[in-house]
């Protein structure tokens, strides 16, 4: 008698178990979408992100940012407003930022190369 309600729970905890871990994605996009037909995808997202960056900054500023020594930035744009820093094993991120009356420039230096840049136009 033991056995058998020692199995019945092993298969009711393994029936629960498949269950939670079941791939029901299907439903839950077409619960997602019927709730907010309007969002958008990270990808689409950053596509228009990146495609509206380009448009707000100035061409010369775009195309020569990445690559960009901090030092580099330093001179062409000051000391910045917001600095942060870093450190995983021998990877440094320093994140700058130099805010302006046409907007906010951030750059993402990687060991002290520039990796991202973003330039958000004054409202």
Same mark, same amino acid.
């Given at each position: %008698?033991?056995?058998? +309600?020692?199995? %019945?729970?092993i298969a009711l905890f393994m029936g629960l178990f498949l269950i939670a871990?079941? $791939?029901?994605?299907?439903? /839950?996009?077409?619960?997602?979408?019927?709730?907010?037909?309007?969002?958008?995808?990270?990808?689409?997202?950053?596509? @228009?992100?990146?495609?509206? #960056? /380009?448009?707000? %900054?100035?061409?010369? $500023?775009?195309?020569? +940012? @990445?690559? %960009?020594?901090?030092?580099?930035?330093?001179?062409? !744009?000051?000391?910045? $407003?917001?600095? /942060? #820093?870093?450190?995983?094993?021998?990877?440094?991120?320093?994140?700058?930022? !130099?805010?302006?009356?046409?907007?906010?420039?951030?750059? /993402?230096?990687q060991n002290g190369v520039a990796k991202f840049s973003q330039f958000v136009?004054?409202e």
């Amino acid at each position: %008698m033991l056995n058998h +309600i020692r199995l %019945m729970f092993i298969a009711l905890f393994m029936g629960l178990f498949l269950i939670a871990c079941g $791939d029901d994605s299907a439903q /839950q996009d077409t619960a997602e979408e019927a709730a907010a037909p309007a969002e958008m995808t990270s990808e689409e997202a950053a596509t @228009e992100t990146d495609a509206e #960056t /380009q448009e707000a %900054m100035p061409a010369e $500023d775009s195309s020569s +940012i @990445e690559g %960009m020594t901090e030092e580099e930035a330093i001179a062409k !744009w000051g000391e910045p $407003d917001v600095t /942060q #820093t870093r450190t995983i094993d021998a990877l440094t991120i320093t994140h700058h930022e !130099w805010h302006g009356e046409d907007g906010t420039t951030a750059v /993402q230096f990687q060991n002290g190369v520039a990796k991202f840049s973003q330039f958000v136009p004054a409202e």
